[in-house]
């Protein structure tokens, strides 16, 4: 009986340990998303909407497009929607969100000629919001990044392509404002 007893205290007690930890793992969980969701309102919140955008290439031709942003999946990613209006055809749809093993906001494309890029930034830095391409499933052909900037009722995007001298020029620039 006393065998079956201090079975039963060890059970007990393992039983004990367990339901702590799962305890704990559910308050660090709910914390880890309850950041999460913070972090990525800190990025998200300028953007959230439907947008109009014009500006130009590093030539000077001019570009229009249109792109908007929604939260999804319970509010831990951001989707956006872009479009080129003719003559350019590209579009893209993205996902942004936050990597806590980063612990940097992430932003992979999907593109209409079958492109798939991540681009990582650490936040807001001098009131730019910088996302720098990482490798995904290969090494990138060339190095890109974004540079979003908030503006008087809207932002402005600038996409940037680094040369051979390892600077960075620009490939396009937009400013959106309020669709509708």
Not at 38 to 52: D, K, N, T, V
Not at 77 to 93: K, V
Not at 162 to 180: E, F, I, N, P
Request: charge should be neutral.
């Amino acid at each position: 009986m006393r065998k079956s007893l201090s079975s039963w205290l060890l059970i007990g007690g393992t039983l004990r340990r367990l339901m702590l930890s799962a305890a704990a793992f559910t308050a660090y969980a709910t914390g880890a998303a309850a950041a999460t969701d913070a972090a990525l309102e800190a990025i998200a919140g300028p953007f959230a909407g439907s947008w109009q955008c014009s500006g130009h290439f590093a030539n000077g031709k001019l570009i229009t497009s249109s792109e908007s942003f929604v939260r999804a999946l319970n509010g831990h990613w951001l989707i956006e929607d872009h479009r080129d209006n003719p003559p350019f055809n590209y579009s893209a749809h993205a996902l942004w969100g936050w990597s806590e093993e980063l612990h940097s906001f992430t932003l992979t494309i999907y593109d209409n000629f079958g492109g798939q890029r991540l681009f990582v930034s650490p936040g807001w830095q001098q009131a730019v919001l910088t996302f720098e391409e990482r490798p995904l499933l290969g090494p990138p052909v060339r190095q890109e990044r974004f540079l979003y900037r908030t503006a008087p009722g809207g932002y402005s995007v600038e996409y940037q392509v680094q040369d051979k001298t390892a600077g960075w020029k620009m490939g396009d620039v937009v400013t959106c404002g309020r669709h509708g």
